[in-house]
Nanobody
Framework: QLQLVESGGGLVQPGGSLRLSCAASGFTLDNYAIGWFRQAPGKEREGVSCISSSGGSTNYLDSVKGRFTISRDNAKNTVYLQMNSLKPEDTAVYYC???????????????????????????WGQGTQVTVAS
């Protein structure tokens, strides 16, 4: 059974940092593009960042560019989201999700691109809360 588990969330002061982890079990992440999404209370889920299966292509939400960095370690079957200079508006539940070749893109395409569209991802974690407050 495919399972993604997020960890690393918590309470941090503005300007602080957190590193989120997304660990996979039941499958290997090698052929999956991974996205990080977040959902704040009363708001729709939005894409924050994504990384292609090879790690060679990444995308970021404009508001997090220069502050967040996505990376992956396929040997550890884990994807990370390093979040620096956190702001109160970053407060949300953060989810990771995996897009595989069973979707609209084939294995070769997933190696070179990723998208931050909620409906393109079929496999989701349970989420981890990030709260930025003083």
């Amino acid at each position: 059974q495919l399972q993604l588990v997020e960890s690393g969330g918590g309470l941090v002061q503005p300007g602080g940092s957190l590193r989120l982890s997304c660990a996979a079990s039941g499958f290997t992440l090698d052929n999956y593009a991974i996205g990080w999404f977040r959902q704040a209370p009363g708001k729709e889920r939005e894409g924050v960042s994504c990384i292609s299966s090879s790690g060679g292509s990444t995308n970021y939400l404009d508001s997090v560019k220069g502050r967040f960095t996505i990376s992956r370690d396929n040997a550890k079957n884990t994807v990370y989201l390093q979040m620096n200079s956190l702001k109160p508006e970053d407060t949300a539940v953060y989810y990771c999700a995996a897009e595989g070749a069973e979707g609209v893109r084939d294995i070769t395409t997933l190696q070179v691109m990723c998208v931050m569209m909620v409906n393109e991802y079929d496999n989701w974690g349970q989420g981890t809360q990030v709260t930025v407050a003083s």
